[in-house]
Each structure stands twice: as C-alpha cells, then as structure tokens.
C-alpha cells in the first residue's frame, strides 16, 4: 500500500500529518484484538478534507480507518487489519447547534461527553448516554456504534439518539440523510423551522440504519443530530437488591410496559461495585456486601406538575414492586441514591472504571430478551468453571434498551496480568458458546464477525453488495466484518 506523507500533508498541513510511533501504537491493539499495522495518522479539520482523503485513498490503494475517541481502545474495530492511515477526527470538535425547543444537538465527531454534557445542562436538556462511557468518547461515535442507553423509554428504535447525518462513502460521494438532505442548505431549513430530527431518507432510502453498527467499513460520518431530552426538576434514584433475578425480571417487566421510570438497569454485586465503588481496592469488599443481583431505577419530573408526575409514578412502582416480591430501597453498601444520580450523569472518572479494579478487562456483550438472561448466565458461569475462572471475576450488566423489548447483556472479565492468558482463552470459548446458545452479536468486533455472519450467507451476500456500491475499491477500514477479502 503507498504511503506517501507529502500527498496527505497537501491536503491536511504537514503539522497533521504523524508518523510518532508512540501514538500510533495506540491503534495496534485493542482488548482480544491485535496485528494492526497503522503507518501514518492524520488529522482533517473538515469535510471537504475527507473527501481529498478519500479520494487520495482510491487512487493510491490507501487503508483509511477513522476514529474519533481517545485512547484506551477496547473494542477493535479501530483496530486496522493490516496496514493503514489513520483518519483522527478528534479535531473536528464543534458543537454546530443546539436547539432547545427541539430538544435536538448537532455535532462533530470530536465532541466528546465531558464537553457536551454542560453545554446541554445549560440549555435545561439532558444526553441520552450510556452507562459510565470512558473520557475522550466520541458522542457521535458512540451513537454510531449503538451503545444502550440508560434510559430505554427513550429508545425507541435501534438507531436512537443519532438522527439525521452527514457522510463520505467510499467513493468519496458526501450524501445527507433524513430531513437534513433537503430541500435547501442547512441554514436554509432552520431559517424554516427545521431541526434534523427526521432520521428516514431522503424518499425510501434509510442510510442511517445501513451505516450504523458498520465499523467505518461503509462511511465516513462528519457531523451528526442528536437527540436529547428535557432536564427533570426533581429526579430520585431507587435500588431493588434481590437474591433472585427471576424476581427482578418480573418486576423489570412490569414497570417498563407502561413506561414508569427514566434509568433502569440490572447489575450483578460484582458490576454493581465496580460502578459505585471509590476505592477500586475495596470492590471485592463491597460486592461481599452485596445481594447478587440490583435493579437501578430513576424517577424523574419535569417542568409542569413535577411531584405529581413523580408520586404516581413511585406509587406505582411500588406496586409493582410488592407484586413481583420486591422492595426499593434508598442505598446499597457503599453508595447512596445521590451518589448513583451523579455516576448515571457523568463520564467515568480516571482510570476508566473497568480498568481500575484489576488492570486490565475484556467485555462479551450482545442482544437477548430479559427472559433468556438466566440460561446466558449460566452458559457464562459453565465457561468461567472450566477454565478454573474465579466467578468474581465476572460481572454483569442487563440493559433494557427498545423500551424494554429486549436487553443488551454484558459480561466483563477482570483480570491481571497474571491471569490475562486464562481471560484470553475464556473469551474466545465463552463467546463460542454463547453464540451456540443464541446470543446475538449485533456489533459483531474482531472475532465476533465470524460467529456472527457464519450462520447467515445471505446476509453476508447482500452486505458485499452494499460494500460494492458505497466503497468499491475498499478503502474503508479494509478487513472487517464479513468484508475480510477485496469486494469485486
């Protein structure tokens, strides 16, 4: 593949072009996946820049893998297969607009949670966030990579919160979707009263949904709309420890039917003291402490009649709660309900909280429904066994997402460096065997990919289709996916 610096400084400045092999060692390795060969970095400051970029990679053969977030990599798909250029978005960081009456931001990839997160307090919104995401995430990469958001009443459709989008394909084409394509510019449309909330077309196209999840194996996505919502006036947080998660999958559906409460999530005493836990020395301690399993809920009011809203929405699920054979309670060792309110509305302080425990850490995650949840977890505790893995070394995180039609299960393995070879060879069996039980690896990072599009050939058919249309000579992270040979 030619790499030649002075072309891409032609179009970037050669004060954004990099060869430090320091930092491009940041891309070679990320969790399970390593072996990538990153030559150069560069960083555009705008989308006409891409476009060069772009371009300059189909005549020249180049591997162009764009990211956005900041160092630790922990998922892969960064992570080049083979030689490549690195596209470092990070500098294309500006917060466009945000509109309050529609409750809508639009940003660059750069903008992170940390800098987006009071700028929308300001403006009385809130960010519909994942739980605890590192420092330096890319909001927009994180909406792009379908991370579960805390709050699943909100998450209504798997492309939630990103709406509308601006993206280079690999041709170098730039195409806008939903109501951002038009008619008119931008500017021209909010001068009309436009938003970009609508995330379908333009007509019958919907490339949102085909780019999303996609790895940057199909575009390059230069800015894009958020959704946000209003910033409640009084919010309470409440804890539903149980010995039993049958009970609290019970009551989990119960209360997410009619919609009752903001946050919820179910964690295990082992994920639930990692989250909460001040000292990382004392996690062993306060999991200890801890009943197996917690549900973690928010209740929330907004502007008009807030403690109305609030009293019958916590009457209600204390019914609900006493049905199940259930009880709320205002804390749990070692953290308070105020506590828990801060941890849900902020970034992960330093280091990121999985790393702090242990050192190091490895996730397994994927789709089911709540009711498969218990067979998963023994799936998982099986695995653990054979490998002579210490079960509290294993947490896990049960996400409601779609407003509870089915739930992002997450397994963390926390490890040392005494124990990263039996982490290794537990992730590859236990992903195996999961996979085998019926887990659904709808983000399907480094060895993921083959358990994922093994079992459907027309699925991988038809993505190389697509692959053909929008980055016919594959220079878009080359390798990933099911794209794991050139696309003809």
């Excluded at 555009?44 to 990211?67: H, M």
């Excluded at 492309?159 to 931008?186: H, I």
């Excluded at 209740?299 to 019914?319: C, F, H, I, N, T």
């Excluded at 330093?350 to 789709?367: N, R, T, V």
Aim: charged residues 25%; proline residues 7%.
């Amino acid at each position: 593949m030619a790499m030649d610096k002075d072309k891409l400084s032609a179009i970037v400045g050669s004060e954004n072009v990099s060869e430090d092999p320091d930092l491009l060692a940041t891309w070679r390795q990320a969790g399970p996946v390593s072996g990538g060969e990153p030559q150069l970095l560069v960083r555009p400051r705008s989308t006409a820049e891409v476009r060069e970029l772009v371009k300059l990679a189909r005549a020249e053969g180049i591997n162009l893998v764009f990211s956005s977030s900041a160092p630790p990599r922990v998922r892969g798909d960064s992570v080049p297969a083979g030689e490549a250029v690195i596209v470092d978005m990070s500098g294309m960081d500006e917060l466009v607009r945000l509109d309050r009456r529609n409750k809508v931001a639009l940003i660059e990839p750069g903008v992170t949670f940390e800098r987006l997160i009071p700028e929308v307090d300001k403006a009385g919104l809130k960010v519909l966030m994942p739980l605890l995401p590192k420092r330096g995430k890319s909001v927009l990469a994180s909406a792009l990579e379908r991370e579960p958001i805390t709050i699943p009443k909100y998450h209504w459709d798997m492309t939630d919160p990103m709406l509308c989008t601006e993206l280079v394909f690999g041709t170098g084409d730039l195409f806008r979707t939903g109501s951002a394509a038009g008619p008119g510019s931008l500017e021209q449309q909010w001068a009309a009263g436009g938003a970009q909330k609508n995330p379908m077309g333009p007509a019958q196209t919907d490339f949102v949904r085909v780019v999303q999840g996609s790895q940057g194996t199909l575009a390059a996505v230069m800015w894009c709309t958020l959704k946000l919502e209003v910033k409640p006036s009084i919010h309470r947080i409440y804890f539903v420890p149980d010995a039993r998660l049958s009970r609290l999958s019970d009551f989990t559906y119960r209360a997410l039917r009619p919609k009752l409460g903001d946050e919820w999530l179910i964690l295990s005493a082992r994920q639930l003291a990692t989250v909460t836990a001040e000292d990382p020395s004392r996690v062993d301690e306060l999991a200890a402490q801890m009943a197996p399993w917690t549900v973690v809920y928010g209740v929330s009011g907004y502007e008009y009649l807030p403690e109305m809203r609030v009293a019958y929405q916590e009457k209600d699920l204390a019914a609900h709660a006493q049905a199940a054979g259930v009880m709320a309670a205002s804390e749990v060792p070692g953290c308070s309900a105020k506590r828990m309110e801060r941890i849900l509305a902020s970034p992960s302080p330093e280091p990121y909280y999985k790393a702090a425990p242990k050192g190091a850490f490895m996730d397994i995650f994927f789709l089911t429904t709540l009711d498969r949840v218990p067979h998963f977890v023994s799936v998982m505790e099986a695995e653990a066994g054979k490998h002579g893995y210490p079960p509290e070394r294993v947490g896990t995180y049960i996400q409601p997402i779609q407003q509870g039609r089915n739930v992002h299960l997450e397994f963390t393995l926390y490890y040392d460096s005494a124990d990263a070879a039996k982490a290794g060879e537990l992730f590859t069996s236990a992903s195996q065997a999961l996979s085998e039980a019926g887990a659904f690896f709808s983000r399907p990072y480094g060895p993921w990919a083959d358990l994922a599009y093994a079992r459907c050939p027309d699925t991988v058919a038809a993505l190389r289709k697509v692959k053909d249309m929008l980055d016919p000579d594959g220079v878009l992270n080359r390798g990933k996916l099911c794209f794991t040979r050139e696309v003809v």
